[in-house]
Every structure is written in structure tokens, then in C-alpha cells.
């Protein structure tokens, strides 16, 4: 089982991906990511998400950076749910992307359906 930390633009289908072994390894690196980027936070974060989420339903697409750690079955197609999310307004992706590289090294190219 592997824990697989993603950086996402919504409005796109591919992503950034990082694997680690435990949620030991990568529960604490999210959590330093959230909180570098805290200022890029919405006033009121649950709102936030309830609209870009209702976006994405509605129209398929949403201009936003999308955080998320995840388990992994290598050998299983299914991804579980998230046990931790955050997004953000996709003008911040290059920023999280730039920090998350210079921390974790290249990522893994992801696409997403």
C-alpha cells in the first residue's frame, strides 16, 4: 500500500503526483504544504470548495489547484477516497507546484479521466 500525495488543475486532465510509503511520510508534508500556502486560502474555505465543487459537476470544469493525499493499491485500479484536500484558485498552481518540487524532487506525470 502506498500513500500518493496529487497536485491537480481542475480544469485540466493531468497532474503531479507524489508516492510515499507511509501516512507517517505523508500526512506531515501536506500539512506543511497547507500551511506555506495559507494565505492563499479563501475567506471562507468550505464555501469555496462547496461552489468549485458544484462548478465541476455542473460544468465539468474549474479553475482550481486541487491538493489531495490519497492510498493506493498498486495492483488495484481504485484510488480511495481523500483522507485530506485542499484547493485553491488555479493562479496558485505554478507556486505549490514550484514547493512541492524543490521539497519532494520531479513528480510523476499524471492523467486523470
Known amino acids: 500500500m502506498e500513500y500518493q500525495l496529487t497536485l491537480r488543475l481542475a480544469n485540466k486532465n493531468e497532474g503531479y503526483s507524489w508516492?510515499?510509503?507511509?501516512?507517517?511520510?505523508?500526512?506531515?508534508?501536506?500539512?506543511?504544504?497547507?500551511?506555506?500556502?495559507?494565505?492563499y486560502e479563501a475567506d471562507d474555505m468550505?464555501?469555496?470548495?462547496?461552489?468549485k465543487k458544484k462548478e465541476i459537476e455542473e460544468t465539468g470544469s474549474s479553475h482550481t489547484a486541487q491538493i489531495d493525499v490519497t492510498k493506493v493499491e498498486p495492483r488495484a485500479i481504485i484510488r480511495s477516497a481523500s483522507y485530506k484536500e485542499m484547493w485553491y484558485e488555479g493562479k496558485y498552481f505554478d507556486d505549490i507546484l514550484e514547493v512541492l518540487t524543490d521539497k519532494l524532487g520531479p513528480p510523476e506525470n499524471q492523467q486523470f479521466e
Open 19 to 39: 508516492l510515499f510509503e507511509s501516512p507517517e511520510d505523508t500526512m506531515p508534508l501536506f500539512d506543511e504544504v497547507v500551511d506555506t500556502f495559507q494565505h
Open 46 to 51: 468550505e464555501t469555496f470548495i462547496r461552489e
